[in-house]
Antibody
Framework: EVQILESGGGSVQPGGSLRLSCAAS????????MNWVRQAPGEGLEWVSG????????YYADSVKGRFTISRDNSRNTLYLQMNSLRAEDTAIYFC??????????????WGQGTLVTVSS | QSVLTQPPSVSAAPGQKVTISCSGS????????VSWYQQFPGTAPKLLIY???KRPSGIPDRFSASKSGTSATLGIAGLQTGDEADYYC???????????FGTGTKVTVL
């Protein structure tokens, strides 16, 4: 059974940093690209970042480019999102989601339950 | 601001059919596969459709989808009260080298 579990969310002041983790199990981790998708309170889905199965290719939304870094440790079946220079508008539930295929295509077949990030002074 | 446009809401009586449109451009829908997601309040999205029209196992055939040019459509037939949720389209944008989602549509069963 595919399982995806995010952790690392919490409250942080503007300008601060957080690192989200996503532990995956039940499938061959390297055979799937992985993504972070967020949802601000009362808002729609926003794709944040994606990474290929090998980790060689990474992609970012313009809204987080230069501030967030996606990475994966295939030996630990874990995805990460390092978030720096956080802003109030980064406040959202962050979902980790598995791509159907090894490359980024935004066809996300398994999702975690999400972890809440709150940026406030 | 999303690059894929959906109607904010659609509604119909139980048993009827609704369709949700998703409008994009040649850099996204026009040249990439479209997926559709269902989301209930307080829960994670669930994949309904991938590769424009394919249904994952367990998704009833009441849910159907198609793509034409730079637009895609999700249909829900035999509407049930349990279908009340938010629905999102998604795809890759080759110009942005980024994923994109639609603005979301709330389905209401009258």
């Amino acid at each position: 059974e595919v399982q995806i579990l995010e952790s690392g969310g919490g409250s942080v002041q503007p300008g601060g940093s957080l690192r989200l983790s996503c532990a995956a199990s039940g499938f061959t981790f390297t055979s799937h690209a992985m993504n972070w998708v967020r949802q601000a309170p009362g808002e729609g889905l926003e794709w944040v970042s994606g990474i290929s199965g090998t980790g060689a290719s990474t992609y970012y939304a313009d809204s987080v480019k230069g501030r967030f870094t996606i990475s994966r440790d295939n030996s630990r079946n874990t995805l990460y999102l390092q978030m720096n220079s956080l802003r109030a508008e980064d406040t959202a539930i962050y979902f980790c989601a598995r791509e159907l295929v090894v490359v980024a295509a935004t066809q996300l077949d398994h999702w975690g339950q999400g972890t809440l990030v709150t940026v406030s002074s | 601001q999303s690059v894929l446009t959906q109607p904010p809401s659609v509604s119909a009586a139980p048993g009827q059919k609704v369709t949700i449109s998703c409008s994009g451009s040649s850099s996204n829908i026009g040249n990439n596969h479209v997926s559709w997601y269902q989301q209930f309040p307080g829960t994670a999205p669930k994949l309904l459709i991938y590769d424009n029209y394919k249904r994952p196992s367990g998704i009833p055939d009441r849910f159907s989808a198609s793509k034409s040019g730079t637009s895609a459509t999700l249909g829900i037939a035999g509407l049930q009260t349990g279908d009340e949720a938010d629905y999102y389209c998604g795809t890759w944008d080759s110009s942005l080298s980024a994923g994109v989602f639609g603005t979301g549509t709330k389905v209401t069963v009258l």
